[in-house]
């Protein structure tokens, strides 16, 4: 993969981050999908991290 395309990677992991947040936070903590919707915006964030974290070393 091509630095450009890793940009343009992270670029579209942080809006999907971005859009994931405000699905949970439209989701009543109280709904029981909040919990799995939160357990999947945590991982989306982590390896958007991670991916951030490689570019950084570059």
Known sequence: MTVTELLDLS?????????????VNSVP???PSHERL??????????TQELNDCQERR
């Open 11 to 23: 670029k579209d992991l942080n809006q999907l981050c971005a859009q994931a947040e405000d699905i």
């Open 29 to 31: 903590q109280n709904d």
């Open 38 to 47: 939160l357990e999947h915006l945590r991982k989306l964030q982590s390896i």
